[in-house]
């Protein structure tokens, strides 16, 4: 499946990461690298493999994971075009640390682990970048266990939904998850996901179709995040 109208560099270059890298730099991976298509649930990467390659999101929706003892594979969090994934393992050579599989239908562009690092080597506006990268994770990351610590699963799911509705720049729009998923990643089962879309429902927050959502009150939205209850309660 071909990208329209985007060459391998164009994508490379839209990643928060090669942004910053020379023409050559991006014109050297691009020339090593290739397009890879990816069905529903095909694997990328699995927990444990070594790190071969540095994927760049083209097209579709990626989810990252692990698998526990008991089977279940919590969602970390979801990959989306301009996205770059594998980079770390790349660098410190080692095995990867979780698995990452398309969500729906996506394409990626893959790089040789030993172009990357060269470019890595070469570019010195890449470490820079990577450095500031690494903060902003570790910053969500912190976020991620506050959340899990002081909300409870309505409180994180209302942030979940006003986090989309802020990054697709949309009231409207078509949640890239099932329920199932979105309990995977936020902490509680589908059918605790179901109830707490229909309490938001009822508090006049949001209408829910399916995975369609229509946002009523996006600061009501954020003060259920906040506070545990609805601004008028």
Same mark, same amino acid.
């Given at each position: 499946m071909a990208t329209p109208g985007r060459d391998m560099a164009d994508i490379l270059r839209s990643t928060e990461l090669l942004r910053v890298a020379r023409a050559d730099t991006i014109d050297a991976l691009a020339a090593s690298a290739r397009i890879r298509l990816l069905r529903r649930d095909d694997i990328l990467f699995l927990e444990g493999d070594r790190p071969t390659t540095v994927c760049a999101v083209a097209?579709?929706?990626?989810?990252?994971?692990?698998?526990?003892l008991a089977?279940?594979?919590?969602?970390?969090?979801?990959? %989306?075009?301009? +996205? &770059?994934?594998?980079?770390?393992? @790349?660098l410190d050579d080692l095995p990867r640390s979780? %698995?990452?599989? +398309? &969500?729906?239908?996506?394409?990626? @562009?893959?790089?040789?682990?030993?172009?990357?690092r060269a470019a890595y080597d070469a570019d010195s506006a890449i470490p820079r970048r990577l450095v500031q990268l690494l903060a902003e994770r570790l910053r969500a990351l912190s976020d991620g266990l506050a959340d899990l610590t002081y909300l409870d699963l309505g409180g994180r799911l209302a942030k979940y939904l006003a986090g989309e509705a802020d990054r697709l720049d949309a009231t409207t729009f078509r949640l890239a998850l099932t329920q199932a998923e979105l309990g995977q990643m936020l902490g509680g089962a589908r059918q605790t996901v179901n109830q707490t879309l229909q309490s938001l429902t009822a508090a006049g927050l949001v209408s829910v179709d399916g995975r369609n959502v229509q946002i009523h009150d996006l600061a009501?939205?954020?003060?259920?995040?906040?506070?545990?209850?609805p601004r008028n309660s």
């Open positions: 097209i579709g929706t990626l989810r990252v994971f692990t698998t526990s089977g279940t594979e919590p969602t970390f969090t979801l990959l %989306s075009p301009g +996205a &770059l994934v594998g980079e770390l393992g @790349v979780a %698995s990452v599989a +398309a &969500l729906r239908t996506a394409e990626v @562009v893959e790089v040789p682990a030993r172009a990357f009501g939205l954020r003060h259920r995040a906040v506070t545990g209850t």
